[in-house]
């Protein structure tokens, strides 16, 4: 039970890089299997919060304060694992979706957990929209199908059928993208409701694992970063008029060519995130570091090294901007040969505005 989570009129915690210094700090308590999907809380909440979900069946909370301490808070369960979570906007509640066909809502002040949306097959991504004339939850799944919930409501407000499976989604104001097991790309347009807006041809050849919406300078979104298995990332405007020059790919999460073959090791990109100040992004991947990017000027702002010898599994910036976070845990890249039972699950957090500014132009 969490007395008046989310809701507190506590003042902001401003994190400073004094208070944390730039050593990388670890949650307490982290999941017990993979970890699937980070969020921080909104900047409607003046705490700062983090979700994260597993495959241990389990969602779990923490609060990280401003002293850098992370403070466990509350969890709750589905009956498989989960593979998504998102908050509501006032950051009142968390949604959920995973391997039981389920979607689930966690009132975070009542701590109750219950059931939203279902599907025919697991879900595979879960997000909250928010428009002027209504609020509801879009749910993506195995079972071919995007569907938009009243969490008050048994059945879907609307429902959309694809042709292929959901590997990834997006959610950004107006927007959502959505991308499928065929590569395909659907853009829908959210103010009128959920409506398809264009279909776009991906610039990846190989499978897609992850989407991420970005915006322009006035905070509209105007573009998406897609990543794929193969080490590379797509950066793609939804309307340019000028496609083949302003849309790109660029190589990511890829070992140093060996001589003398030249041969490389080619690790997937298993997430993208923006941050919400500077517009730059971090990608993570299965080679086990994260790297920051500037789309704009198209050059690489940090590469890390590798951490714990295993993937990084999903990434988060904070709402503010000040903190990102990413989580050190095997994705099955290697099949379950590749396994170790010995190496812990953890999420790792680090001080992060100064290092995601745009480089100054020469």
Not at 139 to 153: L, N, P
Not at 310 to 325: H, P
């Amino acid at each position: 039970m969490i007395p008046s989570f989310g809701l507190s009129s506590a003042a902001p915690s401003n994190m400073t890089a004094t208070t944390l210094g730039q050593k990388d700090l670890e949650i307490v308590q982290p999941p017990d299997d993979a970890i699937s999907c980070m969020k921080f809380s909104p900047a409607s909440v003046p705490q700062t919060y983090l979700i994260a979900s597993s495959w241990a069946n389990d969602i779990r909370c923490w609060e990280i304060q401003s002293n850098g301490q992370s403070v466990a808070k509350a969890i709750q369960k589905h009956d498989a694992p989960i593979l998504s979570c998102c908050w509501s906007d006032d950051g009142s509640k968390v949604f959920t979706a995973g391997c039981d066909k389920t979607a689930k809502m966690w009132d975070l002040q009542a701590n109750t957990f219950v059931q939203i949306a279902a599907h025919d097959a697991p879900i595979r991504t879960i997000h909250y929209i928010q428009r002027s004339s209504y609020t509801c939850v879009m749910t993506g799944g195995w079972d071919r199908t995007v569907k938009f919930w009243d969490t008050r409501q048994p059945t879907p407000l609307k429902q959309l059928a694809l042709n292929e499976r959901v590997y990834a989604a997006d959610v950004l104001g107006p927007m959502a993208v959505i991308t499928t097991a065929d590569r395909a790309i659907q853009v829908y347009s959210l103010d009128q409701g959920p409506t398809e807006y264009k279909k776009i041809e991906s610039l990846l050849k190989y499978q897609h694992r992850c989407v991420s919406i970005f915006t322009d300078k006035s905070r509209n979104p105007n573009g998406f970063a897609v990543g794929s298995i193969e080490g590379r990332v797509a950066i793609m405007y939804v309307n340019t008029t000028n496609p083949n020059v302003d849309n790109f790919t660029f190589k990511c999460h890829r070992s140093t060519p060996q001589l003398p073959a030249n041969t490389q090791d080619i690790f997937a990109v298993n997430d993208i995130a923006f941050h919400p100040v500077h517009g730059t992004l971090s990608t993570v991947g299965s080679d086990g570091r994260y790297s920051f990017w500037d789309k704009d000027d198209r050059t690489k702002l940090k590469t890390s090294d590798v951490v714990n010898d295993q993937s990084v599994s999903c990434c988060a910036f904070e709402s503010r901007g000040q903190l990102f976070a990413y989580a050190s845990s095997y994705d099955w890249h290697k099949g379950h040969e590749g396994n170790n039972q010995t190496k812990k699950n953890a999420i790792y957090f680090r001080q992060c505005f100064e290092e995601m500014k745009p480089k100054p132009k020469k």
